[in-house]
């Protein structure tokens, strides 16, 4: 990662919500970090593994797009949150928690969620 130690974590904090998941490190080499809220806790193995896959993306191309595509048929949109960071989400009309748990099961079939 430009400027930093390449170490990017994934921290998370359970709430009334759901769990909320965040990075830290990629601030280090001049990007946002990502943040996704609401997620069911049972999630929170798989969608730990999808912030890292989107934090390898962004760390190689060293800026933030407002869409990646992360394996052959999933997209996630990056929408800037008033923290700075930035919030992965689905294509417009998805709903969000049908949403969190499809991209687990498309990029990794082996969960069982």
Known sequence: MPGGTGEVQIMGARGPDGLTLRTAGLSAG???ELRVDGLPPYLGQGWARVLA???ERLAAAGDAPSELAIGA?????????????????????????GWYRDVVLRLFPEARV
């Open 53 to 55: 896959a989107v934090a």
């Open 30 to 32: 001049g990007l946002p």
């Open 73 to 97: 048929d999933v997209v996630i949109y990056l929408t800037s949150a008033p923290d700075g960071t930035l919030v992965p989400g689905p294509p417009p009309g998805r709903d969000r928690q």
